[in-house]
């Protein structure tokens, strides 16, 4: 396929609100809307491999399979190792077989899943979980499980009908979306069914592209508009607002409008502003940086355990440029360089034995408790000090709320404030939720 300079620089508008957002900007309350304009240009991008592999007739899933493995696999599993060093020094045991469960859930693909069944993407507990971030992958990779096949079958059966196959999926899988937001938030968040028609938007503006619009000033309205759709995503909507649903047609069909003038000719000032060489390098480090940015994030709040000040959110997102423009030089260009090792032979076989090798670290940390032995002082016990606990002070089902009583549980003196701690376990996280007040 030829290179698109405007998709990178829209990879970077893309990403860099996610970062912002993940590092507490407040300035841009709906930076998490990114990850849907990534949908709609993986969609694109990738539909466009399929339809130029269909034409000249070399269609292949294996082919398919092994330039997604050198595009995907190298960074993720850089990436994952990196934090999975850290989480070895960083993590309480807890914590650290949670974290063990999710790099079996990433590393094979459904981390989507595992974090629907554990924790919101919005609950204050989600930012200490280091791969959370992960979930848009496995999105991608399942709808890309039937994706070649589904275009194989149009192309060779249905005489190419894009528009009259993939539309119903799009508006079935937007209702879907819709509904979603009322009745299942977190599932309609993170699951492939109420993401389809983001990733099909991209795939169908690459298979049935409507002709470009013969007056000049109305394609540059449309990448005005493109412009301005994005900038309703990014800034008038927030986590308090359903999503995906309604709103992720914000960003989606902005991004559909940028690419639409982009692909056509001649150049619009959209286009121009997208292809300025700061977005473009951005863009081309997009991936990289999606993948460490958050891991340093949620170590950083771990650590710190409160709001992180504005310095320590500039060194972070210095650390996240630096590491991903690390992992982009000498990660992600050899593999997609024609090399021995990206043969689809070596590529395969890396990719499997770093899934094994993921997985059975995984197993290793679920299955040793996150290994308490890391800590010689750590004891896995409730805290007994005195009269403090004896149904007093820890509720604990054996004695009525009524009978609590706060001069009884007051253990300090002399400040102008008193200081509440209550502890409990969230059934849908596997952390505890600590709020002070």
Same mark, same amino acid.
């Given at each position: 396929? *030829?290179?698109?300079?405007?998709? =990178? %620089?829209?990879?970077?508008?893309?990403?860099?609100?996610?970062?912002? &957002? #993940?590092?507490?900007?407040?300035?841009?309350p709906g930076g998490f809307s990114g990850v849907d304009i990534f949908f709609v240009i993986s969609g694109y991008?990738?539909? %466009?491999?399929?339809?130029?592999?269909? =034409?000249? %007739?070399?269609?292949s899933i294996v082919n398919f399979y092994w330039r997604r493995a050198r595009r995907i696999l190298p960074a993720?599993?850089?990436?994952?190792? +990196? $934090?999975?060093?850290?989480?070895? &020094?960083?993590?309480?045991?807890?914590?650290?077989?949670?974290?063990?469960?999710?790099?079996?859930?990433?590393? $094979?693909?459904?981390?989507?899943?595992?974090?629907?069944? $554990?924790?919101?993407?919005?609950?204050?507990?989600?930012?200490? +979980?280091?791969?959370?971030?992960?979930?848009?992958?496995?999105?991608? =990779? *399942?709808?890309?499980?039937?994706?070649?096949?589904?275009?194989?079958?149009?192309?060779?059966?249905?005489?190419?009908?894009?528009?009259?196959?993939?539309?119903?999926?799009? +508006?079935?899988?937007?209702?879907?979306?819709?509904?979603? $937001?009322?009745?299942?938030?977190?599932? /309609?968040?993170?699951?492939?069914?109420?993401?389809?028609?983001?990733?099909?938007?991209?795939?169908?503006?690459?298979?049935?592209?409507?002709?470009?619009?013969?007056?000049? !000033?109305?394609? =540059?309205?449309?990448?005005?508009?493109?412009?301005?759709?994005?900038?309703?995503?990014?800034?008038?909507?927030?986590?308090?607002?359903?999503?995906?649903?309604?709103?992720?047609?914000?960003?989606?069909?902005?991004?559909?409008?940028?690419?639409?003038?982009?692909?056509?000719?001649?150049?619009?000032?959209?286009?121009?502003?997208?292809?300025?060489?700061?977005?473009?390098?951005?863009?081309?480090?997009?991936?990289?940086?999606? +993948?460490?940015?958050?891991?340093?994030?949620?170590?950083? #709040?771990?650590?710190?355990?409160?709001?992180?000040?504005?310095?320590?959110?500039? @060194?972070?997102?210095?650390?996240?440029?630096?590491?991903?423009? &690390?992992?982009?030089?000498?990660?992600?260009?050899?593999?997609?360089?024609?090399?021995?090792?990206?043969?689809?032979?070596?590529?395969?076989?890396?990719?499997?034995?770093?899934?094994?090798?993921?997985?059975? /670290? %995984?197993?290793?940390?679920?299955? /040793?408790?996150?290994?308490?032995?890391?800590?010689?002082?750590?004891?896995?016990?409730?805290?007994?000090?005195?009269?403090?606990?004896?149904?007093?002070?820890?509720?604990?089902?054996?004695?009525?709320?009524?009978?609590?009583?706060?001069?009884?549980?007051?253990?300090?003196? /002399? &400040?102008?404030?008193?200081? !509440?701690?209550?502890?409990?376990?969230?059934?849908?996280?596997?952390?505890? @939720?600590?709020?002070?007040?």
């Amino acid at each position: 396929m *030829q290179y698109r300079r405007y998709i =990178e %620089g829209l990879r970077a508008v893309a990403v860099l609100p996610v970062v912002l &957002f #993940h590092f507490g900007i407040s300035a841009i309350p709906g930076g998490f809307s990114g990850v849907d304009i990534f949908f709609v240009i993986s969609g694109y991008l990738t539909s %466009g491999s399929l339809l130029d592999d269909l =034409e000249r %007739g070399q269609f292949s899933i294996v082919n398919f399979y092994w330039r997604r493995a050198r595009r995907i696999l190298p960074a993720l599993v850089f990436v994952m190792l +990196l $934090t999975c060093i850290a989480a070895l &020094f960083i993590l309480l045991p807890p914590d650290l077989r949670g974290f063990s469960l999710s790099i079996i859930a990433t590393s $094979t693909f459904w981390s989507n899943v595992f974090f629907w069944k $554990t924790s919101s993407y919005f609950s204050i507990d989600a930012a200490l +979980l280091p791969l959370l971030h992960t979930w848009p992958l496995s999105v991608a =990779e *399942q709808y890309y499980i039937f994706a070649p096949i589904l275009m194989f079958l149009i192309y060779r059966y249905i005489g190419k009908r894009w528009l009259t196959t993939l539309l119903p999926i799009i +508006l079935c899988s937007f209702v879907v979306a819709v509904m979603a $937001t009322s009745l299942a938030p977190t599932a /309609g968040f993170y699951l492939l069914p109420t993401r389809i028609w983001e990733l099909m938007l991209g795939a169908l503006l690459m298979l049935k592209c409507p002709s470009p619009l013969g007056n000049r !000033f109305l394609m =540059e309205s449309v990448g005005v508009a493109g412009f301005g759709l994005l900038a309703i995503g990014f800034f008038a909507i927030s986590a308090s607002d359903p999503f995906p649903g309604y709103n992720a047609l914000y960003p989606c069909i902005g991004t559909a409008l940028l690419i639409y003038v982009g692909q056509n000719t001649p150049s619009t000032v959209a286009t121009r502003m997208l292809e300025v060489r700061p977005l473009v390098w951005i863009g081309l480090i997009s991936y990289s940086l999606y +993948l460490v940015h958050w891991p340093l994030n949620a170590f950083a #709040h771990y650590l710190s355990f409160q709001k992180l000040d504005p310095l320590m959110t500039g @060194a972070m997102l210095v650390a996240s440029l630096a590491l991903a423009a &690390f992992s982009w030089k000498f990660v992600e260009q050899p593999f997609r360089q024609k090399r021995a090792f990206t043969s689809p032979g070596p590529i395969f076989a890396f990719s499997a034995l770093a899934i094994v090798v993921l997985c059975a /670290g %995984g197993a290793a940390g679920a299955l /040793g408790n996150g290994f308490p032995q890391r800590f010689p002082d750590y004891v896995q016990r409730r805290i007994s000090v005195g009269d403090w606990r004896n149904g007093i002070c820890f509720n604990e089902g054996t004695s009525r709320i009524e009978s609590w009583n706060m001069e009884d549980c007051t253990r300090t003196s /002399g &400040f102008p404030t008193t200081v !509440f701690l209550w502890a409990t376990p969230s059934p849908r996280t596997m952390f505890p @939720a600590w709020v002070l007040t």
